[in-house]
Every structure is written in structure tokens, then in C-alpha cells.
């Protein structure tokens, strides 16, 4: 019935949603033919097409609206969905949706469809999309302080994290998940647990879900207690009343996922990202940053490579085996900035070494040449990098790519660096470059990417790797 229940509510915020997107639609295309060339007749002359022509487009809006709002997965439960979540997630489906329409008004030559209507569209559609979902929490909210519209929870287990469950739905009420108590493992003794009674142990269970109003279990509960409601869980799917478990690792750092193999569940820790459109966006900004920077910056690495050659002996590239995503190896390149064999020199320099680790770091090294020491302090020398990237090796943004003799050399807790593919720029580099001397602050700065990670980091980092370049602060 609760199902049922959602889904009809999920049809009627299906319907108001494509109402909001039509009124809006009718609003632009009147802003926009009647409004605009009456205030503003020098920038809009004439009025557009007729309605008529427009609404012809209004079924292909409302069926690309659809399905974006579906795999935005907007129709699922928001009870526990922040606003400005849904505030992202529907502002992209009104940039995806508008940038589809664009490109199949290209495609299908509809020389009638104004790009200003469209933008006017776009920011209309956003505004009014973004009051109706924030009128439908109001709504809820209000409803279920009426005592509507909430679904009642029991908590299986005993433990700080089932503690903490409770403290956060009592902090957020308007989720309207209502906490008749907790059940008991065996050999817990407790009248109340975080302001809720305990209503029994084990035993008491089947008789608890078959007398009082459960919509939901939660079983928090660690490895071996599970085994105990192992039956509790059978009797969940007998009575149809929805099960939920949050297995306890009090010492596991890591994100668990629920994923699928051929109908197998599997339980997945992870502590790397996980959300594959935006490490999709991630390659995609690489693959074209780097092809853009390559076309563009070729003439001046054209000359940078006549200056390698012409001042110094050797080649004018480095290249040297690293490790990247998970310790796989490969070919880094960059513009030579040594005497031909430092690496061999490595023993007779390590005195110099200002950087606490299995890494060398000296900011007067004797190797690098005269013109080695102005492209690393301009950070030329990385250019070559971007072959890299196009080739998969590196991202634009990640930890540095280790040599294979540092990673021989890293503490257990230090290789999980290796766990994100390896970039040009990273957060070290922005915090302070070559002026961090202590390698496991270098590895932490690396590991709060990793755990922090998002595109919008990404972006930021980026914007802040220009200014650290040209004013080459921390460079060695």
C-alpha cells in the first residue's frame, strides 16, 4: 500500500513538473515575441514565429524533460535529499534538457527556434521548477506536523553507530520517519537508548512486526549479531515491510556501496570516488584540454625544445617510468631540465635532499642546467605531460605519478595516493608546491583530494595552478 502510495505520489510531481515546464514554455515564447520587441525593439525587431510553429516542439520538450528527470531519479523518495541537491540535480536537467533541444533544432534545420527564446526558456523553466520543489517540501513538511504522510522505523541493535541513526532522524523530523525504538541483541540489557525505549530483544522481534505499525528495520548491527536476526531478516520479506542493514566496521574507513553482478549482490568498500558521470566529465575536460593545449602550445615548446638542445647535451625529452592508477607503470615525459645521467648522480646528491620520505626533492640541485632551472620554475618543463593525459596515463588534477623505487619505499597507509589516477597539478601543488618538506603532509594534502574529491575541485585547483605557477611559489 506505502509503495503504491509513492508512486502515485511520484506520478502527480511528474505531472506538475511537465505543467511548469509547459507554462514555462508558453511564457518564454510570449516574453519573448510580444514582451521583448515592445521594450526592447532594437535588440528584438520582430516578433517570433506563431505559437502554433512553437508548440509543435512542446511534445519533444516534455519527452526529453521525462526521461532526464528520471535518470536524474527524481521520482525516487527526497525524504533524506538535502534542497540544494535537488537544486543541482535540477538545474542539470534543464541545461541538458535545453542544450538536447538546441542540438536537435540544429539537426532537424528548425530555423524558426531563437536562441533567446531558448535562454529566456531555460532560466523560466529553472526558477519555476526550483519553487515547486521547494513548495512541495514546505507541503510535506507541514503535512507530516499534522501527523500524515510519515513512515514508522524500529532499529535493530545496540551500538554507537545505532545511536547515532537515532540522533539523526530526530534531528531531522521533517523526513517524516517516525522511531518506535530499538530492539535488543541477546545479552543487551537497556530500558532506553538515546530518548527511545527498548521494545525487546531477538526473540521479541516476530511478535513486534506482527502487532505494531512497522513500515521499516533498520538492522544496525556488526558481522556476528547479524547471523543472530537472520531469521528477523526472513520474516521482513514474509510480512512484505521494507528491510535495511548498516553493517558496523568500527574501524573501516571506507564507503560502502550495494552493486550487482549477474543478480549476485555484492557489498563494495571503496574509498575512491564512485559517481560515474562526473569521472566521465573528468575525462572528458582532460581528452579535450589536453588536445586544445597541445595544438595551441606546440610553437612554444617547438622553441623550448631548440633551447634544450641548443644550450645542453642529450635529448630534449625525460622520460621516466612511473606509477600510476593502482601502481600501474608508464612512460612519463617532460622536457629535460638535467645533465644527461643525473639520475645516476642520484648517491652523490642526496645530501641535498630537503624532502622528509622515500623522495628526493633539493631546490639547489647541481644536475639541473641554466635553462632546466627557468622552465621549472615556470613549470614548462611539465608541457609534455599533456601526451600523457591524452594517452589515459594521467589526469590533468591528481596526485603526483611516485617512481617505482618511492613506492617500494611507502608505508602501508601512504600507497592508498595510488588509489586516483596521477596528475599534472594536484592539491599539494596549490598549498604550497615544492615548499612542503615533509612527505607525509605531501601524502595527507594527496589523500584529502582523494576523500574530497568533486569536479567543482577539480576546477578549483585548476584555477588556482596559474597563479601558483606564474608567481612560482614553492617551485624548486
Known sequence: MLKERAKLIAYWVWTADLAVTSGAFLLAWWARSSVAPRLLPTFFPTELYPLARYLGLLPLVLVIWTVLLVTREAYTSRRTVSLHREAWQVAQVVVLGTLTLAAAGWMLRLEFLSRPFLALFAALDLAFLLLEKLAIRLLARRVRRWGLNYRTLLIVGINPKAEEVAAILAEHPHWGLRLLGFVAPDGEAAAEVAGFPVLGGAADLPRLLQNEVV????????????????????????????????????????RLLLEELEGIPLLTFTTTPAAPFPLFLKRLIDLVTATFGLLVLWPLMAVIAVVIKVSSSGPVLFRQVRCGLNGRRFTLYKFRTMVVGADRQLDQVAHLNELAGPVFKARRDPRV????RVLRRLSLDEMPQLANVLRGHMSLVGPRPPLPEEVAHYQRWQRRRLSMKPGITGLWQVSGRASLDDFDAWTRLDLAYIDNWSLWLDL?????????????????
Do not use: Q
Open 215 to 254: 513500515d521499516e528495520v533498520l538492522f544496525v548491527l556488526s558481522r556476528s549479531d547479524l547471523e543472530e536476526f537472520e531469521d528477523a531478516l526472513l520474516l521482513c520479506s514474509e510480512l512484505g515491510i521494507c528491510a535495511r542493514v548498516a553493517l558496523v566496521f568500527p574501524h573501516l574507513a571506507a
Open 460 to 476: 578549483k585547483i585548476l584555477a588556482k595552478t596559474l597563479p601558483a605557477v606564474f608567481t612560482a611559489r614553492g617551485a624548486a
Open 369 to 372: 642546467t641554466g635553462v632546466g
